[in-house]
């Protein structure tokens, strides 16, 4: 058994497509994994509240947006949010375990 914290980079949720499509457009011979999905995760937050901002953007509002986006729905399956007490945007896992030819498969997903 194993945590993630995101979901397989195999899966078919529509984040996670949008990211193979992306990295593939990006570079064809780079290979998925959740490592990388977790950034592509943080970059989708950061540009949903670029977006918010407008063109008058300062660190400030920023910072501001960030910590006011509440259940923002990236494509995840699960709602992210920010506040200002809480920067840990997902707050849920995704459960792994062997198969019989000693690979990583889904079990589950687990939220707080």
């Not at 570079?27 to 592509?40: I, R, S």
């Not at 709602?79 to 840990?88: A, I």
Request: glycine content about 8%.
């Amino acid at each position: 058994m194993a945590v993630q914290l995101v979901p397989e980079p195999n899966s078919s949720g529509s984040l996670v497509l949008q990211y193979r499509a992306h990295l593939k457009a990006y570079d064809a011979n780079l290979t998925v994994g959740p490592y990388t999905l977790e950034g592509y995760i943080g970059v989708r937050i950061l540009l949903t509240a670029i977006e918010k901002n407008g063109p008058d953007i300062t660190t400030e509002s920023l910072v501001e947006t960030l910590e006011s986006m509440d259940k923002i729905d990236v494509g995840l399956g699960v709602p992210l949010g920010l506040s200002q007490e809480d920067h840990q945007a997902c707050h849920a896992v995704w459960l792994r375990k062997l198969d019989t030819v000693c690979k990583f498969v889904d079990f589950t997903q687990i939220t707080r």
